[in-house]
């Protein structure tokens, strides 16, 4: 199998970095158009377009009304093509930046990703999440290629609520323990090809980023704060993370997430928080030695990440049996990334996994 690499062309972090947008936009196209929420809109809009019009890119704004949707997607893409513009750019959280993505695709057009949180790791990706108008799952969208560059303003971001960033850095947890896996099982990733070093490289540095900078991150970003720690944080939930899950492959965490949207309860809950405990679970299934699974409860319970089911909002019940048995159905369902482990996983052993990682959790918290 080939190995492959895939990310985006241009990747810019900084405090402030939304003020430089029209610098690189200048460099893909001379008229933009541009998408956000309304609340991002009223909060970046007067930044971005004088940027733009320092760099002489001429622009027109449209407000996303808030689902990626595919009737979203058709009525700003008319907008954008009505208005001859050049490239796109999507400003704000996961289904402004997915539309964005969807759009540029459709229109053929660069596209330029700016993220107001850091919560998860799609941004670099060359994928989006369909959702019906009424918000429901619909498909994925994939694309040939990743966004030409991804621009994130790290004063913005670290002003968003700590839990996002915490979030992000579930999201980023399971990524090295996932990578190795999916290499030992020379299973293919999301890029289409065998893990290569880069990768597996990055999301050991995505893993040891987290560990050293993830508790002083959160500290900061509660008071209010961007330290260098909050810097280091947002580069690794969204870059390192980013390549590598596209790149060096996904397995149990995100497949044991994927079971858990199936319970009611747990809806509350963020992407990365859920994939923080599926992480414990994988190294659950995988007999991870004692030393790695105590290493991630400490971070866990240091930065506020759920380690229990109780934390995931499952009360200890007779119908929780029956429940954790769904959710490890649902998790090796055919197509799911689990399936990506180096052994042949079945429902009983993640649904045994699942019940000893939260044993283990309340024993570390209590
Ligand atoms: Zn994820």
Same mark, same amino acid.
């Given at each position: 199998?080939?190995k492959v690499i895939q990310s985006?062309?241009?990747?810019?972090?900084?405090?402030?970095?939304?003020?430089?947008?029209?610098?690189?936009?200048?460099?893909?196209?001379?008229?933009?158009?541009?998408?956000?929420?309304?609340?991002?809109?009223?909060?970046?809009?007067?930044?971005?377009?004088?940027?733009?019009?320092?760099?002489?890119?001429?622009?027109?704004?449209?407000?996303?009304?808030?689902?990626?949707?595919?009737?979203?997607? $058709?009525?700003?893409?008319?907008?954008? %093509?009505?208005?001859?513009?050049? /490239? +796109?750019?999507? =400003?704000?959280?996961?289904? @402004?930046?997915?539309?964005?993505?969807?759009?540029?695709?459709?229109?053929?057009?660069?596209?330029?990703?700016?993220?107001?949180?850091?919560?998860?790791?799609?941004?670099?990706?060359?994928?989006?999440?369909?959702?019906?108008?009424?918000?429901?799952?619909?498909?994925?969208?994939?694309?040939?290629?990743?966004?030409?560059?991804?621009?994130?303003?790290?004063?913005?971001?670290?002003?968003?609520?700590?839990?996002?960033?915490?979030?992000?850095?579930?999201?980023?947890?399971?990524?090295?323990?996932?990578?190795?896996?999916?290499?030992?099982?020379?299973?293919?990733?999301?890029a289409?090809g065998?893990?290569s070093?880069t990768g597996?490289?990055?999301?050991?540095?995505?893993?040891?980023?987290?560990?050293?900078?993830?508790? $002083?991150?959160?500290?900061?970003?509660? %008071?209010?704060?961007?330290?260098? /720690? +909050?810097?280091? =944080?947002?580069?690794?939930? @969204?870059?390192?993370?980013?390549i590598?899950?596209?790149s060096a492959?996904?397995?149990?965490?995100?497949?044991?997430?994927?079971?858990?949207?199936?319970?009611?309860?747990?809806?509350?809950?963020?992407?990365?928080?859920?994939?923080?405990?599926?992480?414990?679970?994988?190294?659950?299934?995988?007999?991870?030695?004692?030393?790695?699974?105590?290493?991630?409860?400490?971070?866990?319970?240091?930065?506020?990440?759920?380690?229990?089911?109780?934390?995931?909002?499952?009360?200890?019940?007779?119908?929780?049996?029956?429940?954790?048995?769904?959710?490890?159905?649902?998790?090796?369902?055919?197509?799911?990334?689990?399936?990506?482990?180096?052994?042949?996983?079945?429902?009983?052993?993640?649904?045994?996994?699942?019940?000893?990682?939260?044993?283990?959790?309340?024993?570390?918290?209590?």
């Open positions: 199998m080939l985006p062309s241009k990747y810019i972090q900084g405090p402030g970095a939304l003020s430089h947008i029209g610098q690189y936009t200048k460099m893909l196209a001379d008229h933009v158009f541009v998408i956000a929420d309304n609340f991002v809109m009223s909060l970046i809009g007067d930044a971005v377009s004088k940027s733009l019009e320092e760099h002489a890119v001429t622009s027109h704004f449209e407000i996303f009304n808030g689902e990626c949707s595919r009737g979203e997607i $058709k009525r700003l893409s008319d907008i954008s %093509a009505s208005n001859q513009c050049q /490239a +796109v750019i999507g =400003i704000g959280g996961g289904k @402004t930046l997915d539309t964005a993505k969807a759009i540029a695709h459709a229109c053929r057009l660069p596209v330029i990703i700016s993220p107001t949180i850091a919560s998860t790791d799609a941004p670099t990706s060359a994928l989006s999440v369909l959702y019906t108008e009424l918000g429901e799952f619909d498909g994925y969208l994939l694309y040939p290629q990743n966004p030409n560059i991804v621009l994130m303003d790290t004063r913005i971001i670290a002003k968003a609520p700590v839990r996002l960033l915490v979030a992000g850095m579930g999201d980023a947890l399971a990524t090295y323990f996932e990578a190795r896996a999916n290499s030992a099982a020379h299973k293919p990733t999301m289409g065998a893990t070093n597996l490289a990055l999301a050991k540095l995505c893993y040891d980023t987290l560990l050293a900078e993830g508790y $002083k991150a959160k500290l900061a970003v509660e %008071a209010g704060v961007s330290t260098p /720690a +909050v810097e280091n =944080i947002i580069e690794a939930n @969204t870059y390192l993370s980013g590598g899950f596209e492959g996904l397995a149990a965490a995100h497949a044991i997430h994927n079971g858990f949207t199936v319970l009611e309860e747990c809806h509350h809950l963020y992407h990365g928080e859920k994939v923080a405990f599926g992480t414990l679970a994988q190294l659950m299934l995988e007999n991870s030695p004692n030393e790695e699974l105590e290493t991630v409860l400490d971070f866990c319970v240091q930065v506020g990440l759920p380690v229990t089911l109780e934390q995931l909002g499952l009360r200890d019940s007779e119908k929780l049996h029956q429940k954790i048995m769904e959710v490890a159905k649902a998790s090796c369902a055919e197509g799911e990334t689990i399936h990506n482990m180096p052994f042949k996983v079945t429902p009983e052993q993640v649904y045994a996994a699942i019940m000893a990682a939260d044993r283990m959790g309340m024993d570390w918290l209590y």
